[in-house]
């Protein structure tokens, strides 16, 4: 019974020192520049998705700003064009967000199908396929990529 008892202590014990690696490793590729640049791009593809969706269903949810809020002061390694096409991208997103609140907060299912998303489609998508493009170049550049973190076992 106790030999049973160490076995699983012994298996939890390594499942938790797994898992918080594995959250180590997250956090230090999120904070990464190429981890910024990917977490932003996640957030335009998903808004462009909804956009796209908004033609068929016309329920508007509000759309992803999270990684943009974030990250939009540490991203200067960026281009200066594709930062300023962001700002001007997430500000159109903002807007679009004020005015879904506003309806959900006065309950109008007319007002909500007065949001029209077809002005923020065009720069949305422009943005994203540039984002998309540095990255991909980018993907290999060890300036940009996570630092490798120092073991016990490791000299350099």
């Not at 490793?25 to 981890?35: I, Y």
């Amino acid at each position: 019974m106790g030999d049973t008892g160490s076995t699983v202590l012994l298996v939890v014990v390594l499942v938790l020192l797994m898992a918080f690696s594995m959250g180590l490793q997250f956090l230090r590729t999120r904070r990464a520049p190429l981890g910024r640049a990917v977490s932003i791009l996640t957030d335009l593809n998903h808004n462009a998705k909804q956009c796209e969706s908004t033609t068929y269903n016309r329920r508007i949810g509000r759309l992803k700003t999270g990684s943009w809020d974030r990250n939009r002061d540490r991203v200067p390694f960026l281009p200066e064009e594709l930062r300023q096409e962001l700002v001007t991208v997430f500000e159109q997103i903002d807007q679009v967000n004020e005015r879904i609140d506003a309806a959900i907060r006065f309950k109008s299912d007319s007002y909500m199908e007065s949001i029209s998303l077809d002005k923020l489609k065009t720069p949305l998508n422009t943005c994203r396929d540039q984002l998309k493009e540095w990255v991909t170049a980018n993907m290999s550049n060890p300036d940009y990529l996570p630092k490798k973190r120092r073991s016990l076992f490791r000299r350099f």
